[in-house]
């Protein structure tokens, strides 16, 4: 079955350390996404790729950092310079063509990220 | 720009019909979007509707759009427990590259 897969599901980082989120999908969708999502704020979309090799900041790019080298794989880094890291982190992808049916949004189940 | 704006909390007893609103600022709006999240988990689209369209039925839900105010809604009828969850509105814009915005989402209770 095509989907989106996050991982891992919980991810603990100390302080000062950076950590990679991985995010994969089987769609074969052209566009990628990843969001932030803290408690009463929505989803603030951090970066997105609508490509291979390339991709755009989004609202909150700040410490955080992204590659596609892949057009299944999208993967997140939060830096140590990312001030308040501890949130749920959303991947998605979207096909770039089409009517409504391909713009739906697929997401994948989130990785929760907590600094300790 | 683009700001999708909705209310943070709605409380319904069960059986009752749940009404969740949106507003939105940018007139080039495509397509409009409901999506709902249930706790722990990624987000589901539940349906969708056209910029020049007013309403939508698809099943127990009801979307209705007034493009001059930029206000969308979901009507959930016969709301059951299964519906509590966070529901969000998204817009994606002419040009934008299929790149949605969220509201801040919607987050329903149902009570027995």
């Known amino acids: 079955d095509g989907g989106i897969t996050q991982s891992p599901k919980y991810l603990f980082r100390k302080e000062g350390q950076n950590v990679t989120l991985s995010c994969e999908q089987n769609?074969?969708?052209?566009?990628m996404y990843w969001y932030r999502q803290d408690p009463g704020q929505g989803l603030r979309l951090i970066y997105y790729?609508?490509?291979?090799?390339?991709?755009q900041k989004g609202d909150i790019a700040e410490g955080y950092s992204v590659s596609r080298e892949k057009k299944e794989s999208f993967p997140l880094t939060v830096t140590s310079a990312q001030k308040n890291p501890t949130a749920f982190y959303l991947c998605?992808?979207?096909?770039?063509?089409?009517?409504?049916?391909?713009?739906?949004?697929?997401f994948g189940q989130g990785t929760r990220l907590t600094v300790v | 720009g683009e700001d999708v704006e909705q209310s943070l909390f709605l409380s319904v007893r069960e059986g009752d019909s749940s009404v969740i609103n949106c507003t939105y600022t940018?007139?080039?709006?495509?397509?409009l979007y409901w999506y709902k999240q249930e706790p722990g988990a990624g987000l589901q689209l539940l349906t969708y509707i056209f910029s020049n369209m007013d309403m939508k039925q698809d099943q127990r839900l009801t979307v209705l759009l007034n493009k001059k105010d930029k206000h969308l809604s979901l009507r959930i009828a016969d709301t059951q427990t299964g519906d509590s969850a966070i529901y969000f509105c998204a817009e994606s814009v002419t040009g934008g590259g299929n790149k949605l915005t969220f509201g801040t989402g919607t987050q329903l209770k149902v009570e027995l």
């Open positions: 940018d007139s080039s709006s495509t397509y």
């Open positions: 769609l074969n969708h052209d566009a």
């Open positions: 790729s609508q490509i291979v090799n390339d991709f």
């Open positions: 998605a992808s979207t096909s770039l063509w089409g009517g409504p049916s391909n713009t739906e949004a697929f």
